[in-house]
């Protein structure tokens, strides 16, 4: 086995350590456009910074599924893995969708330590995906979905999450 494979399987195991963000700095904020334009020698924006800790759990953007979250891996400073997700707490049912390992990453655990945290995150809940799987990812979906309730099965959201629009104040 590898040194990065050995490194990126301890990342999986480090998958309950996530740090939780509110907003995500894809683009900078009016107040780093206001120290641009005040300090521009002293300006630094930069986006593709290493995060405080390898997992990190961000709300997703503009253009991603509002209300979701995303709980997303990295190596060092590349994206190694991201799960979309969203969790109704009344109803006490998650979906996730589209976890994706990239490439250089894939068949290392990502996957299954990410929806393993999930699950320990919120340990009542049913879990579910909103859309059918791929037949090339159904034996991954039957290995993760062992002993799970709501086993990763197809169901559609309730009304409390609103899919794809923008909630209501």
Same mark, same amino acid.
């Not at 009344?90 to 330590?113: D, N, Q």
């Not at 049913?126 to 039957?142: D, L, N, V, Y």
């Given at each position: ?46 986006? !593709? #910074?290493?995060?405080? &800790?390898?997992?990190?759990?961000? $709300? ?6 509002? %209300?979701?979250?995303? +709980? ?39 996957? !299954? #330590?990410?929806?393993? &945290?999930?699950?320990?995150?919120? $340990? ?6 909103? %859309?059918?799987?791929? +037949? ?34």
């Amino acid at each position: 086995m590898t040194e990065k494979t050995m490194a990126i399987r301890s990342l999986a195991r480090l998958a309950d350590h996530v740090h939780w963000v509110r907003e995500w700095p894809d683009k900078p904020t009016w107040r780093d456009r206001l120290r641009r334009w005040a300090y521009p020698e002293l300006y630094r924006f930069d986006r !593709s #910074a290493t995060p405080p &800790s390898p997992w990190v759990d961000r $709300p997703a953007g503009h253009y991603e599924r509002t %209300g979701w979250r995303i +709980r997303a891996a990295y190596f060092r400073s590349d994206l190694a893995f991201e799960v979309e997700y969203v969790v109704c707490d009344l109803c006490e049912i998650g979906w996730v969708e589209s976890p994706h390992a990239y490439e250089g990453y894939k068949r290392c655990g990502l996957a !299954s #330590a990410a929806l393993r &945290s999930l699950r320990r995150a919120y $340990p009542r809940v049913q879990w579910h995906t909103g %859309g059918g799987h791929f +037949r090339e990812a159904e034996p991954f979906w039957s290995s993760v979905s062992a002993g799970i309730p709501g086993g990763y099965t197809q169901r559609e959201r309730c009304h409390h999450v609103e899919p794809w629009r923008t909630r209501r104040a």
